[in-house]
């Protein structure tokens, strides 16, 4: 199966060729006008927003917590001025808080010295002073306040009784006690944490103790004020602990702003290494475009590439914030991807580019360079444009951010690569037609000129280069990249071993394996923690928090919203089944801690009924009750109630549970969703909260959205994998490669401390569009590959693309280097995915696709059977052309590098695609081809040239024009050393084009052609010879290309003469045109000095043999034919027998002897003669 070119193929090919050609003419204006476009985009970033709320950016925007919060302040509003109650708030407002612990080796805190540094903490804390728009106040100036008095740690009365309770004399019960001397309400687990307690519920130690200290924001003037109070609160009390201020006490700190400050400081962190990562991905690619040729190598195109993706992305953002979109510290990552891509694209255009030849017009070498540039670059932008496309959908505002600046960076990186850089290529194309250095700048000679004019050593290692214009192919001046030729020799060569393909295989399951172990390890949510720097005063906070306080964690509120007839029995049952149903879960501690203002009312009731003498059976008698006798100002059930206007009717109320022992985010996201689902099951409109609750929410979406996302993004990887390369089951293996790597990366990511969050989850949509890279790329060439055999497919797709894989990957790789060093678990995630995408894609490439490609692709029937033979014989061979080349089928076949020129698009390569303009009938060799040319090179031609005849560089030079090419064919083809005397004869013999072919295979073949003639010559000598052969050279009028062959010519294969002498019976001969075979038994006697027939095989000089040592056959083909024109064949009479065209037993040409002598050379003509 092979693939089809569609028309979006046929289209990309001549826009880009076109667009080449005009960048080529107008180089200057490509340059200029995406320089002026990137200095007005950049006047954007004064439009900058800088957002860094992480509510905003890491909560659902549509997250059923942000629904019940407003439910919440829809009926109870918090006043943060009069009636703050820390347990009823309904968001975080502005607030600092401590957790302290001991240092001097006594883990219990209840002790005088403590508490006296206690008291001096919190004396710090409320004395500071704070400045804001002129005014200067302090914490109690700006307290959070409950009945005009400012919220304060009650907790620290105890001091009061520290004398009693080290001496003894008097127990804390725990959860909550009353005071003795102040008369306060001490509630134990709000500021004790990882207490001990006794079976009678009596403290014996307590490790930690928490402070909070809240301040006003209901206005956005006290919000601002609160804001630059909370800056006061983390300096002094960070200074306080840097400085060893306190003894006893160690104290971590934190505050509303500081995940904002977190956020911030990973912004910064990441900014410095932004210079050192563009002087490593420059240093990159300026190594790996350079050669050993000094013209060809093109080290600031590498440059030059970096530079464009630069600009693109700066451009891109600017536009970005013209457009008002807000701006995050995560976009920071979008440039070290970008410049990865760039890279990419550029090796895929200097592939482009190595693929043209070299005595070509520059004009014309960006237009073939565009056009099979093409559908490679544009693939690659095109999934990645998609890939980000998805995440627009995402419910979480960071990642559309992040996703929607990385769309304008990958549509400015692509148009910028086919404007900018493009024009920086022509301008490099212009030196290097000119053959200047491509460091200096200065005019050098060739290799073979320099070798042949014996320059020094210095001058060919540092200066040679390019090519000779007098001898263009010269294979010393055009030798094949080294890391191809691994490729293609050696690693193809593994693959193709079938025990290797086992462990492959093999290899390929136990990464399944880990990958769908580590799967079932994933943690989601995105961690507080997380979102701060290691070595951040926040870390350690935290630390303690999920230490000594995730026994009690939250204070929930369960509202009922909606007109309520609370004096109802039935209704009273509702709300008591309900809050009983919560209580009862494994999530919620016992009714102890709960504050229900219903069921103590009614208790209050039932313990004063004789004293209060009311009855409450019908709602106004309620109201009033409630309202007089339990719903007063000072208690904080007042909170909790909420009437209409005319206060003739309860319109909401609420209850408060406590949650108990939640360990993980993973349990996070159990409870929230079970005591979700208890409220939606009451018969009530109920429904819970938690200011935490809008965080939790991600746990419940994030899963969903990313699976969603993947599914959404592989179905769309694969309809654009069809469309640009329209072949079914391409389409199913790059689905397959897909969802393979997205399973890896999802995967090993947990297995790699990696939660599944919004900020892996911008990772897994952004690995949809990279896989998809190398497996499109590699498939393709294997699927649009002419070979019959599976293995020659192999090396093909890895010639064309391994060394493009491995410099895709690598640059890649080495532009996220800088995240890993920012020391953010933001950073630190992309750097982890994208190098687990990218080397998991990598690998699918350049092993499991070719392995399973051969074993389930095209030909993997050969594969199965083991009649693989590795040939790199073609599909497109048909009957008639195999029945043409017998019986010397090996020796017929040839290939033709150019043939005519049609025009642009006028000659057509595999299967009809348009873009080989000057009429060079090759494949395509698959997206992101880089190299120095296709499957097999002009360059690896010539070397292999070289290696057969294995002359001195003088003779290489001499010989490789095209008439002493012409002549030094047809001699090494007409006298192969075949059936030579000793040890050789019975050795496998290479043919003109290299293929081993062994004596026995000729043998064989021989004998059909003799077996064919005697009966000829039984019939007649004469008889049926011309027409015979009048049809052999019908069928021979076109070659194996389907290419027409003039047929005007000398016959000069030895082979043909012999067939020409026996037609006019004339076996006797000399030298190398003596008898091949037994003579026939109704042949004239053989002439004197012929040889005997026992000796039926003669050794054959070789083209070496005849013309370098005994000389015996003229060095060229005018002295050949006069020769022939003494022989005794040449005296007969003219109608003796006609002349008819006979096809060399040694290449292509045909010719037709004309009786005059004249000569014509060869010609050769796509679709028709030459005239």
């Not at 925007?61 to 109870?76: D, L, N, S």
């Not at 100036?141 to 001496?167: P, Q, T, V, Y």
């Not at 004399?169 to 001397?181: A, D, G, I």
């Not at 990385?406 to 850089?421: Q, Y």
């Amino acid at each position: 199966m092979t693939c089809g070119i569609s028309c979006v193929d046929k289209t990309l090919n001549k826009s880009f060729y076109h667009l080449g050609i005009c960048i080529a003419k107008h180089p200057g204006y490509f340059i200029i006008i995406p320089v002026l476009l990137t200095l007005l985009c950049m006047t954007g970033y004064q439009q900058l927003k800088y957002q860094i709320d992480p509510e905003y950016l890491f909560s659902p925007i549509a997250g059923e917590g942000k629904t019940e919060r407003a439910i919440v302040e829809q009926y109870f509003k918090v006043n943060y001025t009069h009636r703050f109650n820390v347990g009823r708030i309904t968001r975080p407002g502005r607030f600092g808080r401590v957790i302290v612990i001991t240092k001097d080796g006594d883990d219990n805190m209840i002790r005088r010295e403590v508490f006296q540094e206690l008291r001096q903490l919190d004396n710090l804390i409320q004395n500071a002073t704070t400045t804001y728009d002129g005014d200067t106040y302090t914490y109690k100036d700006n307290c959070a306040r409950w009945e005009n008095e400012c919220f304060e740690n009650d907790i620290l009365n105890l001091d009061a009784l520290m004398d009693d309770i080290e001496a003894g004399q008097l127990n804390l019960t725990f959860p909550f006690m009353f005071n003795p001397v102040t008369w306060d309400a001490h509630l134990f687990p709000v500021f004790f944490g990882g207490t001990k307690l006794t079976e009678d519920n009596h403290v014996i130690s307590v490790p930690a103790i928490q402070l909070v200290y809240f301040v006003t924001a209901d206005t956005k003037r006290q919000d601002a004020k609160g804001a630059e109070w909370e800056e006061t609160f983390l300096r002094v009390v960070g200074k306080a602990e840097n400085s060893g201020y306190f003894k006893h006490i160690s104290v971590s700190y934190f505050a509303s702003r500081t995940l904002d400050h977190e956020l911030e400081k990973n912004t910064k962190t990441v900014v410095p290494y932004f210079s050192s990562t563009f002087l490593l991905m420059g240093l990159f690619s300026v190594i790996t475009c350079m050669m050993g040729d000094a013209v060809r190598s093109k080290p600031f195109l590498g440059l030059m590439g970096n530079v464009s993706a630069i600009m693109a992305t700066l451009a891109a953002f600017g536009l970005a914030m013209y457009c008002g979109i807000e701006f995050i510290g995560i976009n920071l990552a979008a440039p070290f991807l970008m410049i990865g891509i760039g890279i990419d694209d550029t090796f895929v255009m200097l592939a482009g580019w190595r693929r043209t030849k070299a005595k070509m017009p520059v004009a014309e070498r960006m237009g073939l360079m565009m056009s099979e540039a093409a559908v490679s670059i544009t693939i690659t932008s095109v999934t990645d444009f998609i890939s980000f496309l998805i995440g627009i959908i995402s419910p979480f505002r960071s990642v559309r951010i992040f996703c929607t600046y990385s769309v304008f960076a990958v549509c400015f990186t692509f148009l910028w690569h086919i404007t900018f850089f493009a024009a920086c290529m022509a301008i490099s194309g212009y030196r290097e037609r000119k053959n200047l250095h491509s460091i200096f700048g200065c005019r050098v000679q060739p290799m073979s000129v320099a070798i042949k004019e014996k320059r020094n050593f210095l001058y060919k290692a540092i200066m040679a280069g390019g090519i000779d214009p007098n001898d263009p192919d010269n294979p010393i001046d055009n030798k094949d990249h080294m890391l191809m030729a691994f490729f293609k020799d050696k690693l193809a060569a593994v693959i193709n071993n079938k025990w290797c393909k086992v462990i492959i295989i093999l290899a390929f399951a136990s990464y399944l394996v880990g990958a769908c172990y580590g799967i079932t390890q994933i943690k989601e949510g995105l961690e507080r923690r997380k979102l701060s720097r290691e070595d951040s005063y926040s870390v350690e906070f935290f630390d303690r928090e999920d230490d000594y306080y995730r026994e009690f964690p939250y204070r929930m509120q369960v509202i009922i919203a909606g007109p309520l007839n609370y004096s109802d029995p039935l209704v009273q049952e509702q709300v008591e089944n309900l809050t009983s149903t919560l209580e009862h879960t494994s999530y919620v501690t016992s009714r102890r801690y709960t504050e229900s203002w219903l069921r103590s009312f009614l208790s209050f009731l039932e313990r004063n009924n004789e004293l209060l003498n009311v009855t409450v059976d019908d709602e106004q008698t309620f109201i009033e009750t409630v309202k007089e006798h339990w719903l007063f100002p000072g208690n904080p059930f007042s909170l909790d109630v909420r009437f209409n206007d005319e206060e003739t009717q309860i319109i909401a109320s609420r209850f408060l549970i406590q949650a108990v022992n939640i360990t993980d985010t993973n349990h996070e996201k159990e409870m929230v969703r079970d005591l979700r689902k208890i409220c939606k099951d009451s018969p009530l409109n109920a429904s819970i909260f938690h200011p935490y609750f809008v965080f939790f929410d991600q746990f419940e979406l994030v899963r969903p959205v990313s699976l969603q996302a993947m599914v959404i993004g592989a179905i769309i990887m694969m309809i654009i994998s069809f469309v640009f390369i329209p072949n079914i089951l391409c389409s199913l293996w790059v689905a397959f490669s897909v969802i393979s790597i997205e399973l890896g990366v999802a995967g090993y990511m947990a297995l790699w401390d990696v939660n599944l969050d919004s900020i892996s989850m911008i990772n897994l949509i952004m690995c949809i569009g990279f896989s998809v890279d190398f497996t499109a790329h590699i498939c393709y060439t294997y699927m649009s590959s002419k070979k019959r055999s599976p293995k020659a497919r192999v090396r093909e797709a890895l010639h064309s693309l391994g060394l493009p894989i491995v410099q895709g990957s690598s640059s890649t790789i080495l532009g996220i280097v800088a995240l890993l060093l920012a020391q953010s678990y933001i950073f630190l995630v992309f750097f982890k995915m994208v190098f687990l995408v990218i080397f998991f894609g990598a690998m699918h490439g350049l092993f499991l696709l070719p392995v399973l490609l051969s074993l389930f692709g095209p030909g993997s029937c050969l594969t199965w059977t083991g009649m693989d033979d590795g040939s790199d014989a073609e599909v497109d061979e048909g009957p008639e052309d195999r029945q043409l080349e017998k019986p010397f089928s090996q020796s017929y076949y040839m290939q033709y590098p150019t043939m005519g020129i049609n025009g642009p698009y006028g000659t057509k390569g595999f299967l009809g695609a348009p873009y080989k303009a000057y009429g060079v009938d090759e494949k395509d060799l698959g997206l992101g081809t880089s190299g120095e040319d296709s499957s097999e090179s002009s360059s690896s031609r010539s070397q292999r040239r070289q290696q057969q005849a294995a002359p001195n560089e003088e003779e290489v030079v001499a010989r490789d024009s095209p008439r002493r090419r012409y002549e030094d064919g047809w001699r090494r083809s007409s006298y192969q050393n075949i059936y030579g005397q000793g040890a050789a004869q019975f050795q496998a013999q290479p043919d003109l084009y290299g293929q081993q072919v062994s004596a026995a295979e000729w043998r064989h073949r021989l004998d059909a052609h003799e077996q064919q003639q005697r009966q000829r010559q039984r019939r007649s000598p004469y008889e049926n010879y011309p027409q015979d052969v009048e049809m052999d050279m019908q069928r021979a009028r076109r070659n194996s290309h389907g290419d027409v062959i003039d047929l005007h010519g000398t016959p000069n294969s030895s082979v043909d003469e012999r067939l020409r002498r026996q037609a006019e019976h004339f076996s006797a001969g000399s030298g190398d045109d003596s008898s091949y075979r037994h003579q026939l038994p109704t042949a004239a006697p053989p002439p004197a000095g012929s040889v005997p027939p026992a000796k039926r095989y003669h050794r054959r000089r070789s083209s070496e043999d005849s013309t370098h040592r005994h000389q015996r056959w003229p060095a060229n083909i005018e002295e050949r034919r006069a020769r022939r024109a003494h022989s005794p064949a040449h005296n007969r009479p003219e109608t003796a027998t006609p002349s008819y065209a006979f096809r060399s037993s040694s290449h292509h040409n045909l010719y037709q002897p004309n009786g005059k002598g004249s000569k014509h050379p060869p010609t050769y003509q796509y679709g028709d003669y030459y005239q």
